[in-house]
T-cell receptor, first 114, second 115 residues
Framework: KNQVEQSPQSLIILEGKNCTLQ??????????LRWYKQDTGRGPVSLTI?????NTKSNGRYTATLDADTKQSSLHITASQLSDSASYIC?????????????FGPGTSLSVIP | DSGVTQTPKHLITATGQRVTLRCSPR?????VYWYQQSLDQGLQFLIQ???????AKGNILERFSAQQFPDLHSELNLSSLELGDSALYFC??????????????FGPGTRLTVL
């Protein structure tokens, strides 16, 4: 069964600190993995996308890693800011014949406090 | 601003009623996706349309239906509404059919409250 799990469920960190969010998936056949940031009550916004051959992708203070062998990804946030408070969603796509099946993780809720 | 527009922003209605949510994709995008996000829940994929045709179905109830029009805007129809249908409904669009490199751009959502 195609599944995406994320940990921790929620996280509170001090402003300026780093943090790492985890994503484990059992999606097959793998197409790509995305990390989205969703502010409360807003639509998700894409942070990074990685395919099978990519193991690191950066977007400013956000760095995503992918280990396709262990089916794990992480999102590292450096020097956190108050505006980083949001839900971070791992999304994995499985290849189908004419379209990709997209499976959303439950998200990690991050709170950055002063 | 993602370029995807959704109307209305908020909708309050009663159980048993029917509502229509509207989505206009980004200019040039042919695929439209609908998602439901209940309170404190993850995003649930409902349905995808590509250039007017239904291409993928997720956990969409039989009481719900959608269509994509020739001008590529899409509508999600929710009927016989129940309290549990209260949620944020997001529309997303992407350029093509397959999501290999197709980033989905999400609209601001419609918050539906069923009383």
């Amino acid at each position: 069964k195609n599944q995406v799990e994320q940990s921790p469920q929620s996280l509170i960190i001090l402003e300026g600190k780093n943090c790492t969010l985890q994503c484990n998936y059992t999606v097959s056949p793998f197409s790509n993995l995305r990390w989205y940031k969703q502010d409360t009550g807003r639509g998700p916004v894409s942070l990074t996308i990685m395919t099978f051959s990519e193991n690191t992708k950066s977007n400013g203070r956000y760095t995503a890693t992918l280990d396709a062998d262990t089916k794990q990804s992480s999102l590292h946030i450096t020097a956190s800011q108050l505006s980083d408070s949001a839900s971070y969603i791992c999304v994995v796509s499985a290849k189908k014949t004419s379209y990709d099946k997209v499976i959303f993780g439950p998200g990690t809720s991050l709170s950055v406090i002063p | 601003d993602s370029g995807v527009t959704q109307t209305p922003k908020h909708l309050i209605t009663a159980t048993g009623q029917r509502v229509t949510l509207r989505c206009s994709p980004r200019s040039g995008d042919l695929s439209v996706y609908w998602y439901q996000q209940s309170l404190d829940q993850g995003l649930q994929f409902l349905i995808q349309y590509y250039n007017g045709e239904e291409r993928a179905k997720g956990n969409i109830l039989e009481r719900f239906s959608a269509q994509q029009f020739p001008d590529l805007h899409s509508e999600l129809n929710l009927s016989s509404l129940e309290l549990g249908d209260s949620a944020l409904y997001f529309c997303a669009s992407s350029v093509g059919l397959a999501a290999r490199y197709n980033e989905q751009f999400f609209g601001p959502g419609t918050r539906l409250t069923v009383l």
